[in-house]
Nanobody, 119 residues
């Protein structure tokens, strides 16, 4: 199983970006999916998560600005980011718990995509 993240880039303060992360390989089902980020010199933190049923949760710092969604048919999770701030600058990683068989699952990470917000 592989997670391929895309959509990062350079944007000005107040701008928007949409990240995508597609899972591929031997997939029976995907449970929770999430986006994390890691800024230079800081620990990786949860940005947003979404269950297979569509329930979502967000870090307080992004509530009202970021929206996580998923397309189960495409095994893809998205992160729509609006009103970006310089403090959102980080490498963003997607994460998913993927079952390759009904009773066998593992946690997977994407390769990371860099988001840079200029002031």
């Amino acid at each position: 199983v592989q997670l391929q993240a895309s959509g990062g880039g350079l944007v000005q303060t107040g701008g928007s970006l949409r990240l995508s992360c597609a899972a591929s390989g031997r997939i029976f089902s995907i449970n929770d999916m999430a986006w994390y980020r890691q800024a230079p010199g800081k620990q990786r933190e949860l940005v947003a998560g979404i269950t297979s049923g569509g329930m979502t949760n967000y870090a307080d710092s992004v509530k009202g600005r970021f929206t996580i969604s998923r397309d189960n048919a495409k095994n893809t999770v998205y992160l729509q980011m609006k009103t970006l701030k310089p403090e959102d600058t980080a490498v963003y990683y997607c994460n998913a718990y993927v079952k390759s068989l009904r009773w066998i699952g593992s946690d997977y990470w994407g390769q990371g995509t860099l988001v840079t917000v200029s002031s």
